[in-house]
């Protein structure tokens, strides 16, 4: 085989074309396109919702299965933040609740609380500052609904997020000032 030097430009340059477009990409999310950061059409291209890292992947409020994840959710944050409470039992109670349902796909709703109870305590493990005092109040309460056998669904919701291409989201467009650049780079940099 013999190195064509033309063949290696067009490699390039498709290899170019595919990671830019990679980049603009939405590898996850839900889009929505916005004229701009402050509403003035500059910089945002769209906005990109992003779950918080603790919630179980994939799952709304508004999911068949947001019940049993949603519980699973709630008793392994209680555990990992040393709440006083039995997480067996409240498996337990929780499963005997969805039994007595109609048309329960008990095995399902098994399989998606064991799986986010398991998913949910991993990643709130291994974070040693998790345990904060507004999570704690936040859990307190979701416990307190659980416990008391009220298994609707209160998952995070996801947030909005700026999605601003490959270059940030900028100010507004406007005139570079040398001397305003560089007295905000001393600021930053203490020089």
């Known amino acids: 085989m013999r190195f064509n030097l033309k063949d290696f430009g067009v490699a390039t340059a498709l290899a170019v074309a595919v990671g830019l477009s990679a980049c603009g990409s939405n590898l996850g999310g839900t889009t929505s396109s ?56 409240v498996r337990t109670a929780y499963f005997a609740y969805e039994a007595r349902q109609p048309g329960a796909d008990t095995a399902k709703i098994q399989s998606v609380y064991d799986n986010t109870y398991k998913l949910i305590l991993a990643k709130t493990t291994s974070d040693e500052a998790y345990c904060t005092e507004k999570r704690n109040s936040d859990i307190k ?51």
């Open 34 to 89: 916005l004229g701009g950061s402050d509403g003035s059409g500059q910089g945002v291209s769209s906005l990109t919702a992003v779950s918080p890292p603790d919630a179980p992947p994939g799952i709304t409020n508004e999911s068949p299965m947001a019940r049993p994840a949603s519980v699973a959710w709630v008793s392994a944050r209680a555990k990992r933040c040393a709440f006083f409470f039995d997480p067996e039992k």
């Open 141 to 191: 309460a979701d416990l307190g609904r659980v416990l008391a056998a009220d298994y609707t669904p209160n998952l995070p919701k996801p947030m909005m997020v700026a999605n601003c291409g490959m270059f940030g989201c900028g100010k507004e467009q406007g005139k570079f000032e040398a001397k305003e650049f560089f007295k905000e780079q001393s600021k930053k940099t203490g020089f």
